[in-house]
């Protein structure tokens, strides 16, 4: 039982993050009213989003408890209220224009007084702040305290306004939930069997950019950038196009050759004398290649013959200029026959690559010389006047 609880402990907390972030996508989607906005997270409150006219601060509270209450007395409420309080004591907010939201996966308990700030609901200020403050005068909470202080702190006008502009969100959405109203807000944006494999994408930027907030290497996300970013990813979901998800060169050391020596490419590059960056750059390739067709078959971005078809064409275009190479080889040294094929390779995979794309708007040059070494891998071409014979 105790590694349960253990287990629940550890889950919620860094779901919690996850789901942030999640619903820091959705929010920014959802939006579209606001001129411009950007968003900030754990800033002013978890997540902030500000345009011109308006501020909105969310604090996101997520219970994988479904039973979970929000009650008068709720850590969840009353820590939400020493973050808001202690920002308009501070001056760090203005009280007037901004929205104050806490979402929250749990439900507002009935008789409680936080039912009249749910986001629907009609609401007096007066009678909300006595019963928050006959909450506090009956209270003996110390997780609270410091809540409690922070609401006291605030003047009688201060007090009204931040209830004013309380909206609370129970029973929101979940973690599962929120991915879905993600899917509603771009559900026009590509074909149905492509929309999963889009939002993933947008999820997997999205993150990374949180990242960079949440580093201080950035000081917010703007709306625009995230438009330009699914303008960008659904560009590359349409018919002649598809997504590059290993645009950057990943980092081959020194012993990735050594656990290359097998491959067949790499002895094959090998007998054309080609050294150690020449290896690893063809080792990149390789891997960037095999895995982004690996993904694109999972995927079903493209099908077999499409793939099939591509490598014909690559074959063809190695054949016509390797057979013109070798026919100009008969009677020369072993020497002579390396030095040729390394010039091949250089000339015409390396220095240049073939003008031959798996689709029209596909730009990346990593596949088609990666596909060629894939080739060379199976033995379907060389380098080496003689290849056939040495593999």
Known sequence: MSRGLTDFSAQEPSLGYYYQLRFSLYLLLSNREKINPIIRIENLDDVEIVDINSVNLYQTKLHINSIANLSNLSSDFWKTIRVWSENIANGLVDVDNTIFTLVTTAKISEESFLENLRSDGERNSNTIRDAMLEAISQSTSQTNAK??????????????????????????????????????????????????????????WWFQKCIHLLTNNIDHIAGKELQLKIDDIRDSFQSDNLPDDFSDPLSIEEEAIENYEHRVFIKQLKAIAIKSNQLKNAINDFRRAYEQRSRWIREELINPSEEDLYESRLYDHWNNIFSAMKDDCDGFTEEQLVSIGKDFYRKYYVDSVPSIKIREKFQSEYMTRGSCQILADRKKIGWHPNFDEIC
């Open 147 to 204: 809540g409690y202080a922070a609401f006291l702190a605030l003047t009688s006008d201060q007090q009204t306004k931040l209830i004013n502009n309380i909206y609370i969100i129970d029973s929101a959405i979940s973690i599962e939930t929120a991915l879905e109203s993600i899917k509603l807000e771009l559900k026009y944006a590509t074909v149905p069997q492509k929309l999963d494999s889009m939002i993933e994408r947008i999820e997997g």
